[in-house]
Every structure is written in structure tokens, then in C-alpha cells.
Nanobody, 114 residues
Framework: QVQLVESGGGLVQAGESLKLSCTAS????????MGWYRQTPGTQRELVAR???????NYADSVKGRFTISRDNAGGMAFLEMNSLKPEDTAVYYC????????WGQGTQVTVSS
């Protein structure tokens, strides 16, 4: 089992930056992928960025060049650096970890005002 806790969300103005953090606990050594997803009311959860052992990183087209995902060397934390934020980035952001199962955090709200 893996437990995930996100932090770092908040309210910012367009053009500003935020950094989200995800702290994993439990079977950290079994995690082969960590990522960030986001969801707005009435829509499906969508991939924002992920980092996978041996496969590098992937980003949604809408965030390429603005967001950067990283993990710490111990593998227990993941980060999402978000720059040049836009109102359309407003969503609840969820941390995801994959072992042989998917695990999710509780989500953190990011609101970008215009």
C-alpha cells in the first residue's frame, strides 16, 4: 500500500507560479511511476505530467514548457513546478503513484484568477 499527501495548492493570479508537493509513504520502493492529474467539475480527471522509471517524463500538451515534474532521489516525493499559470489551469490537482495498483492523494485546489 502507498499513501499520498499533496500540498502547495492555492490562489494565484495569471502569470504567477506555484509548486505542488506529493509525499508518499508505505511501499515506496514498489513505486515505478508518479504523476499529477487534474480535474474540474463535470470533467474527467486528466493527466498533467508523469515520471516513470526508465521512461522519463510525459506532459499534457497544454502544460508543456510551463510545468516541470520531478522526484526526489529517495523516490518518496514528487513535485510539480507550475509557471506562467493560466485561468484554465484552475482545477483540483491529484498526485498518483503506481505499483501494481494505482494510488491517489486527496487532491489540492489550484485556482488561477485572471
Amino acid at each position: 500500500q502507498v499513501q499520498l499527501v499533496e500540498s502547495g495548492g492555492g490562489l494565484v493570479q495569471a502569470g504567477e507560479s506555484l509548486k505542488l508537493s506529493c509525499t508518499a509513504s508505505g511501499s515506496i520502493a514498489d513505486i515505478w511511476s508518479m504523476g499529477w492529474y487534474r480535474q474540474t467539475p463535470g470533467t474527467q480527471r486528466e493527466l498533467v505530467a508523469r515520471i516513470r522509471n526508465g521512461f522519463g517524463t510525459n506532459y499534457a500538451d497544454s502544460v508543456k514548457g510551463r510545468f516541470t515534474i520531478s522526484r526526489d532521489n529517495a523516490g518518496g516525493m514528487a513535485f510539480l513546478e507550475m509557471n506562467s499559470l493560466k485561468p484554465e489551469d484552475t482545477a483540483v490537482y491529484y498526485c498518483n503513484a503506481m505499483t501494481e495498483k494505482h494510488f491517489w492523494g486527496q487532491g489540492t485546489q489550484v485556482t488561477v484568477s485572471s
